[in-house]
T-cell receptor, first 115, second 112 residues
Framework: DGGITQSPKYLFRKEGQNVTLSCEQNLNHDAMYWYRQDPGQGLRLIYYSQIVNDFQKGDIAEGYSVSREKKESFPLTVTSAQKNPTAFYLC??????????????FGEGSWLTVV | KNEVEQSPQNLTAQEGEFITINCSYSVGISALHWLQQHPGGGIVSLFMLSSGKKKHGRLIATINIQEKHSSLHITASHPRDSAVYICAVSSDGGTSYGKLTFGQGTILTVHP
């Protein structure tokens, strides 16, 4: 079945370390996204990519980096510069504008805790 | 003030009740999404609306563009409907489905 796979599900990081969250999709979607969710707050967009080898900052990109070398993969690195990285991270992909049907698909998320 | 406001924040219902969750937004939008988040964290897209009304099973979503308001209705609610329901809007002129601004979510609990 087509879908989005995020890994790991749970990750513990020591302060000062970089960590990379994986996101893979087999839906043949051009666009992919990373969001962050904090308790009691709505999701916020970190980075997005509408095509391979191109990506754009979202609303809260500071302290994060991404790459988009392959259509199916959009890894997110949480760097040591991110002041408060403990959160739930969601990856998504979407159809091209104008396509009909279910337009956006989400992964199961990754819980990152700084210890 | 948030650009997307949902009400209520928490909703408790008895099985079989008709449920309404409301979403108001303050920006011009190209589309509005209703999403469902289960306790494990995964999110499923329920509807994408740009006008009018959509129905899928026991779920109905409506939008009033002039009033900048949308509602999600659940008829004959069931305990398996218990989840967080999230309203999100796209205001980038339709260039990307996923560049969204999200509401804080409504926690729905349906008791048997």
């Amino acid at each position: 079945d087509g879908g989005i796979t995020q890994s790991p599900k749970y990750l513990f990081r020591k302060e000062g370390q970089n960590v990379t969250l994986s996101c893979e999709q087999n839906l043949n979607h051009d666009a992919m996204y990373w969001y962050r969710q904090d308790p009691g707050q709505g999701l916020r967009l970190i980075y997005y990519s509408q095509i391979v080898n191109d990506f754009q900052k979202g609303d809260i990109a500071e302290g994060y980096s991404v790459s988009r070398e392959k259509k199916e993969s959009f890894p997110l690195t949480v760097t040591s510069a991110q002041k408060n990285p403990t959160a739930f991270y969601l990856c998504a992909s979407s159809k091209a504008p104008g396509e009909t049907g279910n337009t956006i698909y989400f992964g199961e998320g990754s819980w990152l805790t700084v210890v | 003030k948030n650009e997307v406001e949902q009400s209520p924040q928490n909703l408790t219902a008895q099985e079989g009740e008709f449920i309404t969750i409301n979403c108001s937004y303050s920006v011009g939008i190209s589309a509005l999404h209703w999403l469902q988040q289960h306790p494990g964290g995964g999110i499923v897209s329920l509807f994408m609306l740009s006008s009018g009304k959509k129905k899928h099973g026991r779920l109905i979503a409506t939008i009033n563009i002039q009033e900048k308001h949308s509602s999600l209705h659940i008829t004959a609610s069931h305990p398996r409907d218990s989840a967080v329901y999230i309203c999100a809007v796209s205001s980038d002129g339709g260039t990307s489905y996923g560049k969204l601004t999200f509401g804080q979510g409504t926690i729905l609990t349906v008791h048997p």
